[in-house]
């Protein structure tokens, strides 16, 4: 008696399973636009840095002999960071200061004298042949002597007379030689003393120490950083734009980030520089921004995601963003395209700014 009952009750039950799926499965979702706050932003990604950050760089070759500092550490400018070791410095100062002391005035005060010397025998000489000539006019005036001697006594003052200036521009040439020769010798010890400062590694800002790049005993050379510098208590953002949106940026514009470091949590910033150069590799502009929110603790380079907002608007008209059918279509519950004008938009919604009412019913389209 239950057989016939059985087969009657299984192909109803089917039956009803396959009529709700298809009329579940035919009905399309739809919605209804929505008043709600929109803002439309421009993606970012960059890091933080202490503000006047800058890398340390060594101005010549050697070895670290010395680190005068440690991680952390907060330094004024001109401080000393870490002594560089070079023994052919060493030995070229040492040799420039020979060769000032060499070329002292003061040390070559023997040569002038002995130039003085000729001067005053020279001198000695002019005056007394200068007698000998003016007794000889005298003698000549009164017929005594020859005219050959009187002339003879012309020759030799002239003579004398010449070898007295000689003497007195070797003097003035030798002195003027040596003095010469102790500037240069004093230049070259300066300059030779100012390389030997140059192995001294110094700060150029006041700020924290945030990285030792290099240990003792290390070689070193300008082309590579030996510390990291920056700002104690003041941090920026560095953020890469793409060249498609850098027209858009503008300074004190608000930026929204988050960090790794504070999963979570939302930041506030303001744009305050857009460099103008792009960098050609990644096809990006670097823009600098500043926090508005600072988060409780911050290092450089840590790595950042944001969102640059470039409009809002706190009452607008949205629908999601699937549901637009092409740039400016959506479809109405009975199926019909209706062509609506787009405002801002995000990752999600889109506003509508003409062609549908709050009270309309659109359908997501299938893709």
Known sequence: MMRPCCKFQIPSLQLLLLFLLASCGGKPESTTPTVEPISEAVYASGLVKSK???QVFPTVNGIIQQILVTEGDVVQKGDALMKVKNEAARLSTENARIAAEYARVSANAEKLSELQAAIDLARSKMRNDSLLLVRRRNLWARQIGTRVELEQMELNYKNALTAYKSAVLRYQDLKGQLE??????QKNLQISQTMTNDYTVKSETDGKVYSI???????????SPVALIGDANEFILELQVDEYDIAR???????????DSYKGQVFEARVTKINPAMNERTRSFTVEAGFVTTPPALYPNLTTEANI???AKEEALTIPRD???????VLTEEDKKRKVQTGLKDYQKVEIVGGLTKDDVIVKPTR
């Open 52 to 54: 006047n950050q800058y």
């Open 213 to 223: 790049l290099k240990e003792q005993g290390e070689m070193v050379s300008p082309q």
């Open 309 to 311: 907002v470039i409009r």
């Open 249 to 259: 940026i503008r300074p004190g514009q608000k930026v929204l980030l988050n960090l």
């Open 180 to 185: 010469l020769a102790a500037r240069q010798a």
């Open 323 to 329: 549901y637009l059918l092409g740039d400016d279509f």
